[in-house]
């Protein structure tokens, strides 16, 4: 018997090991495509949105379908499993000094401070962003923090902060609005019927951002639903009609950068893993990142879903538990 004890116990112990020793991120290596020889580095830390489902997905179709080298980092748990509550948590930042670009999905993070160097650093380096939903509000640093000034990362580089749900939370969806003025904009090559059933979110964007897509509030949470038709205040008390005029959804920058070509910058505040499901949606996303890498932008790039991507819907304390990032590894 207490053979077989020893023998459990140390079969327990190698478990451990093993289990230690899993990359805490996910790589999907590129090959022949455009992409090829550039690093997206895409970033899941988010508690609500699901980004741990979807950043893998569309790491997966930048590598597959494009040709680039992807790596997927998450938030996770002393344990190694995805945890996206674990807001000071960053896996493999190293893949930072490296990354041509940068897909993000965060909220709130207050990650230490040799983690955020690197970040910092990519950013000094003019990395193209490709923002999602609440990245609006991607970090919250504590008074004193030398990185305080990130907590309006929204503002001074996406173009907006959280500002508030302007459709009804988890009953009124969006429909995606292509801005007529600028259709011929590279990233809105092949997008066409834009859906998600996460809500518009109250936005404006500054006078530099170029309008892509506007958010129709709809009555309800399928693309079938007609828009809906209330009057409600914005931040600023003005009264207007929630659809009259629609928020921008999806827009477009570029920051000056002394000694270097501008950053690019794409942001959109729809993105939940849910709206991704959407052809259009995901075509945005990818082509963001070639427009920001100042690559030519394929007239309808190529973006099905490769493997399984059965998203949950959205919510607080609703993400699948007891997941290691491998379980994402390429199969």
């Not at 000094?97 to 160097?117: G, H, K, Q, Y």
């Not at 962003?129 to 609440?134: A, P």
Request: hydrophobic letters at 45%; glycine letters at 10%; one cysteine or more.
């Amino acid at each position: 018997m207490k053979v077989l004890i020893s023998a459990i116990s140390l079969l327990v112990c190698l478990l451990a090991v093993v289990s230690a020793a899993e990359p805490l991120s996910v790589r999907y290596p590129g090959g022949e495509g455009p992409g090829k020889g550039k690093h997206v580095v895409l970033i899941a830390g988010d508690e609500e949105y699901r980004s741990e489902e979807s950043l893998p997905m569309l790491g997966r179709i930048l590598a597959t379908h494009h040709g680039f080298d992807c790596t997927v980092l998450f938030s996770v748990s002393p344990e190694g499993f995805i945890d996206p509550n674990a807001q000071a948590s960053l896996t493999n930042p190293e893949a930072l000094d490296s990354a041509d670009a940068i897909v993000m999905l965060i909220r709130f993070r207050n990650w230490p401070a040799e983690t955020m160097a690197k970040f910092e650093a990519a950013m000094k380096r003019g990395v193209p962003i490709v923002g999602l939903r609440t990245s609006t509000h991607a970090f919250r640093f504590p008074k004193g923090s030398p990185f305080v000034s990130y907590n309006n990362f929204g503002k001074d580089v996406l173009g907006e902060n959280w500002v508030s749900h302007w459709g009804v939370h988890k009953k009124e969806a969006t429909r995606g609005i292509i801005e007529a003025a600028n259709a011929k904009h590279p990233v809105l090559n092949g997008v066409a019927d834009v859906f998600g059933d996460s809500d518009v979110y109250e936005a404006a964007p500054p006078a530099d951002a170029v309008i892509l897509l506007h958010g129709q509030v709809l009555k309800g949470m399928t693309a079938d639903t007609e828009p809906a038709d209330y009057r409600k205040k914005t931040r600023a008390k003005v009264e207007q009609g929630v659809n009259d005029p629609m928020m921008p959804v999806a827009w477009v920058r570029e920051l000056p950068r002394e000694g270097g070509e501008a950053q690019r910058i794409v942001t959109t505040t729809m993105g939940a893993a849910t709206d991704l499901q959407s052809e259009g949606l995901r075509r945005l996303v990818i082509n963001g990142v070639f427009w920001g890498l100042r690559m030519e932008v394929p007239a309808a790039a190529k973006v099905d879903i490769v493997g399984e991507f059965q998203p949950l819907m959205y919510g607080f304390g609703s993400f699948r538990k007891e997941v290691r990032p491998s379980a994402h590894a390429a199969k």
